[in-house]
């Protein structure tokens, strides 16, 4: 079968490439998947890079979430069947024609998705929907987050408007707030305006902004911590633009303010059993519904990898790039 494969760790761009590797063999508990689509994810890039946190024994494969189709079943495997489709958000080198997955990590998506849809249903939406869980926000609470028209920015404004909490949306460029107010996002301020405090102020009326969240890193985290309420939690989900958080000290001190990490992976593998399918089931209505819109910005097949990840890492871009062995 073919696989994209990496024996460096440098640019995806240079050092991805399909090879011919066997195809794997499910062991007992475990089915092996056909994928029909995989999209790109920051962190992908990242651990091909060799800056993530978790770094693979090279040669690796590469790529986490999927959908595809039940080819095999290993051995003791009584929940699937073959034919039946299923995701996956963390299972390791799903990059390739198959891969093999332990049978009680993946979920079976209804007839209602579109495979487009499916394929990014868990690590970027169950991320957000699991952060707004881990914030403990309730209706008519006030949020703040930057990056708001990346993929989890935009997904965290739609899951937190369909359970009544309010968000204002921190973008670097005017043109943002146009994109995001296409897709119905509203609340969003550009930072590139010199009164864009004074717009945040307006937007919330007074009312205290209890959490953050910073995706960006840099001085855009000081940003957010700087509009928190007293008590108030800065929640640290990513670092786009820079690995250090510049962030003023009498902010923290003075607000009494909380400054904790989120990271989607170890968060989803410790929660318990009940949760889990709370939340899937919610994520699942809101995507069914529409409440939550997962576009695709392009579908490129494997051996294009350099050009799908110029598309991924392109500024602006409205949807995920998806990948089709």
Sequence with gaps: MRALMHSTFDAPERVLAVQDVPLPEPGPHQVRVRTLLS??????????????????????????????????????????????????????????????????????????????????????????????????????????????????GRMVAQIAAARGVNV???????????????????????????????????????????????SVGGTSAGDVLSLLAVNGTLVVFGAMESPTMKIASGDVIFKQATVKGFWGSTVSREMDPATRTRLFGELMRLVVSGELTLPVAGVFPLEDIADAVDASTTAGRVGKVLLRP
């Design 39 to 152: 999209p790109i994810h920051n962190h992908d890039l990242w651990t091909v890079r060799g800056t993530y946190g978790f770094k693979p024994d090279l040669p690796a494969r590469a790529g986490t979430e999927a959908v595809g189709v039940v080819d095999a079943l290993g051995a003791d495997v009584t929940e699937l069947q073959v034919g039946q489709r299923v995701v996956t958000g963390g299972t390791f080198g799903v990059w390739s024609e198959y891969f093999v997955a332990g049978a009680a990590g993946l979920i079976p998506v209804p007839d209602a998705l579109a495979d487009e849809t499916a394929a990014q249903l868990v690590s970027m939406p169950f991320s957000a929907l699991s952060l707004l869980d881990f914030l403990g926000l309730e209706a008519g609470d006030w949020l703040v987050q930057n990056a708001a028209n990346g993929a989890v």
């Design 168 to 214: 204002v949306g921190l973008v670097r460029r005017a043109e943002g707030v146009a994109e995001l107010r296409e897709q119905g996002i509203g609340n969003i301020v550009a930072t590139d305006s010199p009164d864009w405090r004074d717009e945040v102020a307006a937007l919330t009326d007074g009312a205290p902004i209890v959490s953050g969240v910073d």
